[in-house]
T-cell receptor, first 109, second 113 residues
Framework: GQNIDQPTEMTATEGAIVQINCTYQTSGFNGLFWYQQHAGEAPTFLSYNVLDGLEEKGRFSSFLSRSKGYSYLLLKELQMKDSASYLCAAWDSNYQLIWGAGTKLIIKP | DAEITQSPRHKITETGRQVTLACHQTWNHNNMFWYRQDLGHGLRLIHYSYGVQDTNKGEVSDGYSVSRSNTEDLPLTLESAASSQTSVYFC????????????FGPGTRLTVL
């Protein structure tokens, strides 16, 4: 079956770096999204990877390895406002978006 | 500014009642989607549309229906609400291609008693 796995919860310290991993098993693959979702709010787009490698956008970077079915989101210089859930989602070959359950990131001062 | 809105933001209803959740986008996007989000689950696709008069079933479509009569709106109807449909519902839209980024509305929290 199709599946996205990501850790349920992670804790990190303000100013530090954290890496949130995502592994996927889909029938075919057409790219992977990362979204941020603050409690009680809508998911907001962070990044999209379709080719292997690292995409950097300011403090946030996303990495993809298609051969390993693996992605990570790297957050640098953590701020309290980065406390949120981070959702990983992958397109399958039928262009259905398969979503992970999300990783709740807790930032401590 | 273009946006996507949902109404109502909160709704409490009783088992067996028909409920319609509204979704309206002003981006002129062709694609629109309805998801539900429950604790411990990823977003689950209910229905989606790739254009006017086009509707498709998603992973969890039983008990839900949609219609697309114009580009801007995709209302979601619960024919006979059940307690299992208590959830947060998100509408999303994307431009045209299947893999375009989806942009989400603020969500509707529905409670079925």
């Amino acid at each position: 079956g199709q599946n996205i796995d990501q850790p349920t919860e992670m804790t990190a310290t303000e100013g530090a770096i954290v890496q949130i991993n995502c592994t996927y098993q889909t029938s075919g693959f057409n790219g992977l999204f990362w979204y941020q979702q603050h409690a009680g709010e809508a998911p907001t787009f962070l990044s999209y990877n379709v080719l292997d490698g690292l995409e950097e956008k300011g403090r946030f970077s996303s990495f993809l390895s298609r051969s390993k079915g693996y992605s990570y989101l790297l957050l640098k210089e953590l701020q309290m406002k980065d406390s949120a859930s981070y959702l990983c989602a992958a397109w399958d070959s039928n262009y259905q978006l398969i979503w992970g359950a999300g990783t709740k990131l807790i930032i401590k001062p | 500014d273009a946006e996507i809105t949902q109404s109502p933001r909160h709704k409490i209803t009783e088992t067996g009642r028909q409920v319609t959740l509204a979704c309206h986008q002003t981006w002129n996007h062709n694609n629109m989607f309805w998801y539900r989000q429950d604790l411990g689950h990823g977003l689950r696709l209910i229905h989606y549309s790739y254009g006017v008069q086009d509707t498709n079933k998603g992973e969890v479509s039983d008990g839900y229906s949609v219609s697309r009569s114009n580009t801007e709106d995709l209302p979601l109807t619960l024919e006979s609400a059940a307690s299992s449909q208590t959830s947060v519902y998100f509408c999303a839209s994307s431009e045209g291609r299947e893999t375009d980024t989806q942009y989400f509305g603020p969500g509707t929290r529905l409670t079925v008693l």
